[in-house]
């Protein structure tokens, strides 16, 4: 069976074709039915609860739990043995996408499905399947997952809760403290994560509530996702069978780096669901909102916001569903080779880590970007909380928190990188050696290639040489210390980000190209050539950043010359193609990409 560039992180060496990546566009007509009825559910059932629902209106957010379940929502990507419907991870992907407009409910349904089933049905046994994934795929029980310590919380795996066998054998008595649970106040299921005996590493428990030994802290106050269930939650000589051992003992910390890997990029999904409420909302309001006798949507200003809130949805978009691909391309190529199908889901979202870390990341910041340009467009409006921004705001901060911190996950893709290199499952070496063996060679001022998308391939290509050139000076120079200096991990991260993101926009628009034609790929070539502009700034910055902090001499100058050639190009009109971009959007009233 031919597979699809298996290997995650590998973007950054080679030069991907626009036919291995999936598009949103080539969603069929069955996942496409699937989104429609999240999108009818939120109509029908929860955008008009809002207040109600960061009220925390007693049973409310159960019943609106119980009813998706009905629906199946909680159970798209479950096997169909289990009461699901064992849909591919793009297709709960965008399932993550469509339910993100729901503001708190949104977090309460991606905490059930995601990180409070998955462990199950990824890491329990047949049993233990058998008992929990049919009602947490129904609704009828509810799941939440337990990590996180006032003492451990990006640090997992100090986690001071514990566990110890009972004299009889039979049961594991548990004990410790969790915070920032959500569904913590009405779940039935807790994943808990505690160190057996003097373990050094988490094992993981399946957690009933009636098992008793378990109380728990009022709701917490918070600043936004008011309506998600938010708990302290104590375990006090809780008694766990023994049958109720996740996986094996000291595998929790591995089953909780996994499980987040998978939270880290359905994340992504979601809060381009809600990006994308956030931007209609906005353009239908700038066209209301009259000033100086003319709708808001007339101005410069105005349009440069819209077309830039568009342009860094639709990137962020293309690089989530691209990501979603490989790691249903990955699972289909472990399962075609023998492997079990609860590894292999498990094996090819790890595959891609790097991605998710990515997807997480700027994700995240492009909802941020994206909900405080709608509270400008809506003025004083926005600040209101009559107005649908104040919430949009207010929900979209902890993103950045949630699933790992970006800071975490920027470091965490530059790590995962290297040790990949190490053990020889990519090449960076080789690459970054060539890229400094041409600082020293002739610029080659030959004839352009005049093919269309050729520009914009050689400035993802120098884009790349960019991260080859830092991270390979980098590791040359502070060697082992490299993993101290956070400032310029963070730097390379933005870099390799940057890139990805870039390339999907453009591979999007290219396949777009080919697949419909020129005139259907007029919008998403300007969005995609913006971005890649905007993008060259962005990473000369963080390469000059980098640079300065370990370089110096005749070195720092062949480098920043180095990188002012990588990071140049033609001149493009960006003001006009964004003009372009709000027009189409003004005159649909709508986010129409």
């Not at 999907?504 to 890649?532: C, N, W």
Request: proline fraction near 3%; hydrophobic fraction near 40%.
């Amino acid at each position: 069976m031919e597979t699809k560039a298996i290997k995650g992180g590998e973007f950054v060496i080679r030069e991907t074709p626009y036919t291995e990546v999936f598009i949103p566009e080539e969603f069929d007509e069955e996942a496409k039915m699937i989104r429609q009825t999240c999108l009818d559910f939120l109509d029908a059932e929860v955008l008009d609860k809002l207040d109600r629902i960061d009220a925390q209106e007693e049973g409310l957010m159960q019943s609106l739990l119980d009813k998706a379940g009905e629906l199946g929502l909680l159970g798209v990507s479950i096997p169909e043995q289990y009461g699901g419907f064992g849909k591919n991870f793009n297709t709960s992907m965008l399932v993550g996408e469509a339910v993100g407009g729901g503001y708190s409910f949104a977090v309460a349904l991606s905490a059930h499905t995601g990180i409070g089933t998955l462990p199950i049905l990824y890491y329990g046994n047949d049993a233990q399947k058998e008992k929990y994934i049919p009602k947490l795929t129904s609704g009828e029980w509810k799941a939440a997952y337990c990590l996180t310590e006032p003492n451990a919380g990006s640090d997992a795996n100090s986690g001071r809760s514990s566990a110890k066998l009972n004299a009889e054998g039979t049961h594991y008595l548990l004990n410790g403290q969790k915070m920032w649970i959500t569904n913590g106040g009405f779940a039935d299921v807790f994943i808990v994560f505690a160190k057996i005996d003097n373990d050094k590493n988490l094992s993981a428990f399946i957690v009933e509530r009636d098992f008793g030994g378990i109380t728990m802290n009022p709701e917490e106050h918070k600043m936004g996702i008011k309506g998600s269930s938010t708990r302290q939650i104590f375990f006090n000589d809780c008694p766990v069978p023994v049958e109720n051992l996740l996986s094996e003992r000291e595998n929790g910390f591995k089953i909780a780096v996994n499980i987040l890997n998978i939270g880290r990029i359905k994340l992504g999904a979601a809060t381009i669901g809600s990006a994308r409420s956030v931007v209609t909302q906005a353009v239908k309001y700038a066209n209301e909102r009259v000033q100086f006798n003319l709708p808001i949507s007339k101005f410069g200003a105005i349009r440069h916001k819209l077309a830039e809130m568009a342009i860094r949805l639709y990137a962020n978009e293309s690089a989530a569903y691209r990501a979603g691909q490989n790691i249903d391309d990955a699972y289909a190529a472990l399962v075609a080779g023998g492997m079990d199908e609860a590894k292999a889901k498990l094996k090819s979202t790890e595959q891609f880590a790097i991605e998710c870390a990515i997807i997480k990341v700027w994700c995240s910041e492009m909802l941020d970007y994206v909900v405080d340009e709608g509270v400008q467009i809506y003025g004083g409006m926005g600040y209101s909380a009559e107005a649908p921004m104040e919430r949009a705001y207010r929900d979209s901060r902890i993103n950045r928190i949630f699933e790992g911190t970006n800071e975490v996950n920027r470091l965490l893709v530059v790590d995962m990188l290297l040790k990949r290199a190490m053990k020889g499952e990519l090449d960076l070496m080789g690459p970054a050696t060539a890229v400094a063996n041409d600082l020293m060679a002739i610029p080659d001022f030959g004839e352009e290639d005049t093919a269309v998308f050729a520009p914009e391939k050689k400035i993802i290509a120098n884009l790349k040489k960019v991260g080859l050139m830092v991270a390979g000076a980098a590791v040359q120079k502070l060697m082992m210390s490299l993993s101290k200096e956070e400032e310029i991990l963070m730097n390379i991260a933005d870099i390799i980000g940057y890139v990805y993101v870039a390339e999907s926009i453009l591979l999007r628009a290219e396949k777009i190209y080919h697949a419909q034609g020129e005139d259907a790929a007029t919008f998403p070539l300007d969005m995609a050539r913006v971005y890649l502009y905007t993008t060259l700034d962005k990473v000369a910055t963080a390469g000059k950043e980098a640079l300065y902090a370990f370089a110096e001499g005749d070195e720092l100058k062949m480098m920043l010359v180095g990188l002012r050639r990588f990071t140049k190009a033609e001149p493009f009109n960006t003001k006009e193609a964004r003009q372009r971009i709000a027009k189409k959007m003004i005159e649909e009233n709508n986010y129409c990409f």
